[in-house]
């Protein structure tokens, strides 16, 4: 499979570079070379981050992105942006790339977070340590999503579909300002702990 990453950050090239460890062909680019190419983007998967670009600046060159799975792993910046009233960063996307296949994913865990899992692997070989959210409208692509989730060593945690994406969103912004504003520093995680056994209330979760 090939992985093209728009606007990749940090989190980004580490997410390209396991799932290029785990044989797939992987590169990064930006708007710029992209509004200069005059051809589709030769890939299966995009990850886009917009950052502090928008979403018209995707719809300029959605043609290029036509028949690609698209994960979106933006954030919305504060909690007005998310109160506004319009829709979620990724249903924006859906609409500016009517013909491109949209998944929500990977926007809440933290770089730092996931730069840890991917040198010593997920909490010490326990599976499910971190949750990697996604949601979507289209099965194909949410089980590409979910299977390049795993890959990076996460459990994909699947949100329904993509009217679900504000939620995950809203995550993110709860992740962002807990790693800048919390005592918990940047090494920590949003996830989904399962019981495992009736044993006492407390040890059962641990």
């Given at each position: 499979m090939r992985i093209v990453a728009i606007n990749a950050g940090d989190k980004g090239h580490a997410l390209l570079?396991?799932?290029?460890?785990?044989?797939?062909?992987?590169?990064?680019?930006?708007?710029?070379?992209?509004?200069?190419?005059?051809?589709?983007?030769?890939?299966?998967?995009?990850?886009?981050?917009?950052?502090?670009?928008?979403?018209?600046?995707?719809?300029?060159?959605?043609?290029?992105?036509?028949?690609?799975?698209?994960?979106?792993?933006?954030?919305?910046?504060?909690?007005?942006?998310?109160?506004?009233?319009?829709a979620s960063i990724a249903e924006?996307?859906?609409?500016?790339?009517?013909?491109?296949?949209?998944?929500?994913?990977?926007?809440?865990?933290t770089f730092a977070t996931l730069q840890n899992v991917l040198k010593h692997g997920s909490a010490e070989g326990r599976k499910g340590y971190i949750s990697g959210y996604y949601c979507g409208n289209d099965g194909a692509a949410r089980r590409t999503a979910a299977g390049l989730i795993e890959e990076a060593q996460l459990e994909p945690s699947d949100c329904g579909p993509l009217s679900n994406a504000t939620l995950i969103e809203a995550l993110g912004l709860l992740t962002h300002h807990l790693e800048k504003h919390a005592a918990s520093g940047?090494?920590?995680t949003i996830s989904i702990v399962r019981a495992h056994d009736d044993s006492s209330p407390l040890d059962r979760w641990m």
């Amino acid at each position: 499979m090939r992985i093209v990453a728009i606007n990749a950050g940090d989190k980004g090239h580490a997410l390209l570079d396991r799932w290029s460890a785990n044989g797939h062909d992987t590169d990064g680019t930006s708007f710029d070379a992209i509004a200069e190419m005059n051809e589709p983007i030769q890939a299966d998967v995009i990850l886009l981050d917009l950052g502090d670009a928008r979403v018209d600046d995707i719809a300029m060159f959605a043609r290029h992105l036509d028949g690609k799975v698209i994960i979106d792993c933006s954030n919305v910046k504060n909690v007005p942006e998310l109160r506004s009233g319009s829709a979620s960063i990724a249903e924006q996307v859906a609409q500016a790339c009517p013909r491109a296949s949209v998944v929500k994913a990977l926007n809440v865990i933290t770089f730092a977070t996931l730069q840890n899992v991917l040198k010593h692997g997920s909490a010490e070989g326990r599976k499910g340590y971190i949750s990697g959210y996604y949601c979507g409208n289209d099965g194909a692509a949410r089980r590409t999503a979910a299977g390049l989730i795993e890959e990076a060593q996460l459990e994909p945690s699947d949100c329904g579909p993509l009217s679900n994406a504000t939620l995950i969103e809203a995550l993110g912004l709860l992740t962002h300002h807990l790693e800048k504003h919390a005592a918990s520093g940047p090494h920590f995680t949003i996830s989904i702990v399962r019981a495992h056994d009736d044993s006492s209330p407390l040890d059962r979760w641990m």
